[in-house]
């Protein structure tokens, strides 16, 4: 059974965005693999960002997550950071990844473009990837759409290594969506994301949900509540296919197309539902919080059962390149 790896920033919110597209997929794997989820600090510092919100935001991040469904029984739940063998790792694949291949990644693109100066931290982000996923040599990273690319660029780097040290050491890891591939935020611009103030966080109060739905896009043909709809053309029709009973989701298609009712009516069923489906998390992140111990035990927890994993990837990586072994006075170690 293959390992599973993944990754998440620590934006604070664990949103519907992240929780469709890649989170509720974790919680599934876990119950058949080995899964190692990692809250990736490190990533979230190529650019600019709050130092003095990143660890309320990475704790929160930790919450959403075991409030969602990431048992840390089942799955090691870690902060990069906290495993210093991710950026070893990165250093060593930087000396197998053409500088090329970093230039043509859309994301470095994107990021890139919004930048004055462009920092190295930007454009290596997928090498740190790659170190992520190759570390504890993961076959299946469980991604959203916007990450196919890293990921070919991950097999590309682990191609190279095992090449060039050691055939088959590294696995090629394969990506795996899901049916909700991508999601667009309320704004209906472009993806949900914390950073576009467009989402809607798993642990929102069932009051905010509305207040966040109230001035979403829907299908711009509804200027006024006479007239009908299309649900194929409205993003909030989307988000009750996963979200609502198949009956409501049919009730409101009907009652879109035939201008029955208006979006406000539409977007008051799809709070409820909303809220709904996240009641236990809500639940659960009041269990924890009321407990603020017990998040960083977990973490604590994840990142030593991660190391010693990491640590026995990083003695053969050595080894394999013809790195000198360190020293160990006692004889202990080779
Ligand atoms: N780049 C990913 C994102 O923005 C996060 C991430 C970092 C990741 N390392 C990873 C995802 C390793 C999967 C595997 O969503």
Redesign the pocket.
Known sequence: MARV?????PSGELHIGNYLGAVQNWVKLQMEHDCFI?I?DY?AITQDYDAAALEARTLEMAVGLVAAGIDPERSVLFVQSHVPEHTELAWILTTVTPLGDLERMTQFKDKSQRQESILAGLLN?PV??AA??LLYRAGL?P??E??IQ?LELVREIARKWNTRFAPGFFPEPQAQLTKARRIVGLDGLGKMSKSMGNTIGILEEPAAVFDRLKPAKTDPARVTKKDPGDPAKCNLYSLHQYFSPAATVEDVAQKCRTAGWGCLDCKRVLADSVVAHFAPAREKSRELRNAPERIRDILHAGAEKARAVATETMREVREKMGLLAAHMPSGVGR
């Open positions: 790896f993944s990754g998440i920033q990692c990736v990533h982000y740190l990837q992520d996923i990273v991604v959203g916007d990450q890293h």
